[in-house]
């Protein structure tokens, strides 16, 4: 304790309070279809998408925006983003979605978060030598 | 288990035709709310909405409607309304738009809300009377209105035939 000569300002304390961390959600995805031969482009496969979101949701749902930021062809996998408010619209119709043009799929869903640079390395992939 | 809430809304059926308007029941608005939400707000609107939700009064000289639907889920039905372009009775499509007054916790406060709002409907329909005879003629109806002693909607029927002879 030392005597304090004169006015002291309190030491200015802030705090933040975010409900929520980041705008938009970020979901990897893979598509994973009955015959290992089919392949989507980019285009087919958001429409898949936003007709599993019409099925379940209506017109509303159809015109939820969400993008496809990266998709690899070939492993059929790709980063979705949606508004945090869209994520649970989003995810619950890729879990209903079960069919591609008369042939059975399922969406699994990897890895969500709200920052992009989680969905860069996964714990799963991990490979320790 | 608590109250189980409701809430009413309260609409207007516009008709271009008022004679195909006599046309209408309870049930072809009912059907055609429910395939307007199902169609908007897809299987989970469908579902959701369709728990509690009934049409509740349907006035088919004036075309008020009340719509009754579960209070969580309200706004869904509500927003589907301007998407209604017809309603369909036995095989005939009649084009209508439905637009919503109030939207009221109890049957009681619509009804309230309803006489409030056709006294002001009449107000500003009075000024427009052509001649005096006519203005003699919606008096002499509106003072014929009398409360007739039913279970309920005594105060439907004055409402209703006040609204009827301004045409």
Redesign the interface.
């Known amino acids: 304790m030392r005597a304090v000569g004169g006015e002291q300002e309190p030491a200015a304390f802030e705090r933040t309070v975010l409900r929520n961390a980041s705008p938009y959600h970020y979901l990897k995805v893979y598509l994973q279809l009955e015959s290992a031969t089919t392949r989507l482009c980019a285009v087919e496969l958001k429409q898949l998408i936003v007709s599993g979101l019409?099925?379940?949701?209506?017109?509303?749902?159809a015109a939820l925006p969400f993008d496809l930021l990266k998709y690899d062809e070939e492993a059929l996998t790709g980063i979705l983003r949606v508004h945090s408010r869209g994520l649970v619209k989003l995810w619950s119709s890729l879990t209903l979605l079960g069919s591609y043009q008369n042939e059975a799929c399922a969406f699994r869903v990897l890895q969500v978060s709200p920052f992009l640079l989680a969905l860069s390395g996964n714990s799963r992939d991990l490979q320790l030598d | 288990m608590v109250r189980q809430k409701s809430r009413y809304l309260l609409c207007e059926l516009n008709v271009s035709d008022r004679s195909r308007l006599l046309l209408l029941d309870d049930r072809a608005v009912r059907e055609a709310v429910r395939a307007t939400v199902?169609?908007?707000?897809?299987?989970?609107?469908a579902a959701l909405c369709s728990l509690r939700f009934s049409v509740k009064y349907l006035n088919a000289h004036t075309g008020i409607v009340f719509l009754r639907c579960p209070k969580n889920c309200y706004r869904l039905i509500w927003?589907a309304l301007p998407f209604i372009t017809s309603v369909e009775n036995q095989g005939q499509k009649v084009p209508c738009f439905l637009n919503c007054l109030h939207v009221g916790g109890t049957i009681r406060t619509c009804q309230k809300f309803l006489i409030r709002y056709n006294t002001q409907q009449l107000h500003r329909m009075l000024p427009q009377c052509k001649s005096e005879e006519e203005k003699l003629q919606v008096r002499k109806a509106i003072l014929n209105c009398s409360l007739i002693k039913r279970n309920e909607g005594g105060f439907e029927d004055e409402a209703e035939s006040g609204e009827d002879d301004e045409e």
Request: proline share 0%.
């Open positions: 019409s099925s379940l949701f209506g017109e509303v749902g | 199902a169609r908007i707000h897809g299987d989970y609107g927003s």
